[in-house]
């Protein structure tokens, strides 16, 4: 899948993404620099609103994997290690 491609059908799913608590949701990774192969994951960048669960964070990443047809990697905003925050941050697409 190309990067355009994910954005458009994560943009197209809005409602039942916020329905799981998204905030915000960024693509990053290997997409976004244009060297994705067919067998790679799609990073994501998430931010929740308050009160999300870990299972509800489990649900958002099945239905994602579902949506896209590929391994989903959903990284909590508030979560990312402080050596890699520069990095993502700097090349992250917001999608919502």
């Known amino acids: ?3 355009d491609d994910v954005i458009k059908l994560l943009q197209s799913h809005q409602e039942e993404l916020k329905g799981f ?9 290997s997409l976004v620099r244009d060297e994705a192969r067919p067998d790679s994951d799609v990073d994501l960048l998430v931010e929740f ?3 999300v669960t870990l299972f509800d964070y489990s649900r958002l990443n ?3 994997e579902e949506l896209l047809g590929a391994k989903v990697d959903l990284v909590v905003r508030r979560a990312v290690i402080k050596e890699l925050q520069e990095r993502i941050y700097k090349e992250a697409l917001n999608v919502l």
């Open 49 to 51: 609103e308050v009160g």
């Open 62 to 64: 099945r239905y994602l």
């Open 21 to 29: 608590g998204v905030r915000s949701l960024a693509l990053f990774g």
């Open 1 to 3: 899948m190309r990067r």
